[in-house]
């Protein structure tokens, strides 16, 4: 094998391991082949150049990881519930390839559940543009008192990948007019409180994330990071996924708690 060529599975069981920081990475200079669909999409090289399979130019990884990261943008308010929006993080984070990151309606400091203090990275004017979109739950009236909040919803929609809510963040999305027509859930208390305010949406109970494509709704707390692992799932796949469970040591994810819903399902309801 060509000593310049190092497996992706070696060079990060050292960086995980090791604790090989992020500052060792970059002066490491290592560089990968752009996405072509063969087994080299997989290997680090030590050297700019040609990929020796492929004949592809080289890029440097940082810039390849930084191309490459989707953004999830985590949005939080007073009273949001802390585990809505923590579990969600620490999926995503963990996971690999996203750029976690909080957004609020302004900068100011939010409480969360009366006692954690968090300081938005953003707010909504400037906010980077993102791929998904995580509204947590929790004490909704800040959100849903908030125009501004819907209206960025409902704006950042269509450039969205996935918009998931957790909780009782799936009234955010109702009132964003993101449910018309599909199906969702939410926390178990508030189902029938959702069925009457969501009246073109099939409400479901007794299942822990309900996947349309993009939009995601899940039930409450914990559930938020089932639906996180659903949707890392299917952007990364099924390993990928059950790494991060094994890294989070969440015995509890189990991928048939949730529902798929097909195009045809979609088509039928609407």
């Known amino acids: 094998m060509n000593k310049n060529v190092f497996c992706v599975s070696a060079v990060w069981a050292v960086l995980s391991f090791a604790g090989c920081s992020s500052e060792s990475l970059r002066s490491a200079q290592q560089?990968?082949?752009?996405p072509c669909g063969s087994a080299c999409d997989k290997l680090f090289?030590?050297?700019a150049g040609k990929c020796p399979h492929c004949g592809m130019t080289l890029a440097l990884l940082e810039k390849a990881q930084k191309d490459t990261l989707k953004?999830?943008?985590?949005?939080?308010?007073?009273?949001?519930?802390?585990?809505?929006?923590?579990?969600?993080?620490?999926?995503?984070?963990?996971?690999?390839?996203?750029?976690?990151?909080?957004?609020a309606a302004n900068k100011?400091?939010?409480?969360c559940q009366g006692f954690i203090k968090i300081q938005p990275e953003y707010d909504l004017d400037d906010c980077p543009q993102s791929d998904i979109?995580?509204?947590?739950?929790?004490?909704?009236?800040?959100?849903?008192?908030?125009?501004?909040?819907?209206?960025?919803?409902?704006?950042?929609?269509?450039?969205?990948?996935?918009?998931?809510?957790?909780?009782?963040?799936?009234?955010?999305?109702?009132?964003a007019g993101l449910l018309e027509g599909k199906k969702a859930t939410t926390f178990h208390n508030a189902i029938e409180e959702l069925r009457k305010t969501a009246t073109n949406t099939e409400v479901l109970d007794h299942v822990r994330w309900v996947d349309n494509?993009?939009?995601?709704?899940?039930?409450g707390v914990s559930a938020g990071i089932d639906g996180s692992l659903r949707v890392v799932e299917r952007l990364m796949g099924r390993e990928k996924a059950h790494s991060t469970v094994r890294y989070m040591e969440y015995d509890?994810?189990?991928?048939?708690?949730?529902?798929?819903?097909?195009?045809?399902?979609?088509?039928?309801?609407?």
């Open 45 to 47: 090289f030590k050297s």
């Open 108 to 111: 100011n400091p939010i409480v």
């Open 31 to 34: 560089y990968v082949c752009p």
């Open 213 to 219: 494509g993009k939009i995601v709704t899940t039930a």
């Open 252 to 270: 509890k994810w189990n991928p048939d708690e949730g529902l798929i819903v097909t195009p045809k399902d979609i088509e039928i309801k609407q």
């Open 133 to 175: 979109i995580i509204i947590p739950g929790g004490n909704m009236s800040a959100p849903l008192g908030n125009p501004k909040v819907i209206q960025w919803v409902k704006t950042n929609e269509p450039h969205a990948e996935v918009i998931l809510s957790v909780c009782t963040g799936a009234f955010v999305l109702e009132k």
């Open 71 to 103: 953004n999830v943008a985590i949005f939080v308010f007073d009273g949001v519930e802390v585990l809505d929006f923590a579990g969600p993080s620490e999926v995503f984070a963990s996971a690999g390839g996203f750029r976690v990151f909080t957004v």
